[in-house]
């Protein structure tokens, strides 16, 4: 049986999925992590989110993997779990980033406890991340996404 650390290891170095090999042993470590349901795996499954893969679609995986956590955790304390783990995202998963938050935009339930997360954030380093993040996400659509992310930056500049 793989341990924990071996599991991380083959999700890491096969998130590229360049193979039909990495393909099959991602999802095994995937789901055999999965299966734990242990809130230990999210900085972890942020991690493995990588813009460069070749099978994209195996990559929504994980982020449902991620989002699997709101059901058992509530909104706020999955928020303060993603923003406690954003160092362990990837320097190549900007696009990843952005739709995991884009996501929390999109959801009428999620955003009052985001942008209530987000309005009392003290770290600058954290807060100019997700500063850049919310305007990549406004150049992405400014006509669906300007408003709240333009309430989202507004609490940024407020939160210190």
């Known amino acids: 049986m793989k341990t924990r650390e ?9 998130r590229l999925l360049t193979t039909e090999e ?18 230990e795996h ?20 994980v982020l449902h993997a991620i989002e699997s956590y709101v059901s058992t955790l509530g909104f706020s304390k999955y928020i303060e779990l993603i923003l406690a783990a954003m160092d362990s995202f990837q320097e190549q998963a900007e696009e990843w980033q952005e739709l ?4 929390m935009i999109n959801s009428e339930a999620c955003f009052d406890d985001l942008l209530r997360i987000v309005s009392h954030q003290q770290k600058e380093e954290l ?12 150049q992405r659509n400014e006509a669906k996404f300007g408003a709240p992310c333009s309430l989202l930056l507004s609490a940024l500049d407020h939160s210190n």
């Open 127 to 138: 807060r100019e991340e997700l500063r850049l993040i919310f305007l990549r996400i406004t």
């Open 6 to 14: 071996d599991l991380a290891l083959q999700l890491f170095t096969t």
């Open 42 to 61: 999210l900085p972890l499954f942020l991690s493995v989110l990588d813009d460069r893969t070749e099978q994209e679609e195996v990559m929504y995986g």
């Open 22 to 39: 990495e393909v099959e042993q991602f999802e095994e470590a995937l789901t055999l992590l999965y299966q734990q349901e242990k809130i």
């Open 100 to 103: 995991i938050f884009l996501r």
